[in-house]
């Protein structure tokens, strides 16, 4: 059983930056594929990006590459999306998932899921 704990959400302008973390219980962690996927109001749960267990494979949504970063450190079970250069439409509650096996931007290819965070970029 992995649980999931993502921090690091908040208001912010557009053009500014913020870092989610998420924070796993699990004792394998580093055998993990990490992934954060985003949903905003009406309108259904997106990829954003993911990390393979070694952090060697990293994949983004074509909306947020070249903005956004995800990196991990497996002594402290942490994986971290650094968002760079918000714009409005990147608003959306965002969450961290995990899975074992191969990277993958499929959410329903992810098994365990956190609470999520909430974004908000104003104009």
């Known amino acids: 059983q992995v649980q999931l704990v993502e921090s690091g959400g908040g208001l912010v302008q557009a053009g500014a930056s913020l870092r989610l973390s998420c924070t796993a219980s699990?004792?394998?962690?580093?055998?993990?594929?990490m992934g954060w996927f985003r949903q905003a109001p009406g309108k259904e749960r997106e990829f954003v990006s993911a990390i393979t267990s070694s952090g060697a494979s990293i994949t983004y949504a074509d909306s947020v590459k070249g903005r956004f970063t995800i990196s991990r450190d497996n002594a402290k079970n942490t994986v971290y999306l650094r968002m760079n250069s918000l714009k409005p439409e990147d608003t959306a509650v965002y969450y961290c998932?995990?899975?074992?096996?191969?990277?993958?931007?499929?959410?329903?290819?992810?098994?365990?899921w956190g609470q999520g965070t909430q974004v908000t970029v104003s104009s």
């Open positions: 699990a004792r394998t962690f580093s055998s993990i594929v």
């Open positions: 998932a995990a899975k074992y096996g191969s990277l993958s931007n499929r959410r329903f290819d992810y098994t365990y």
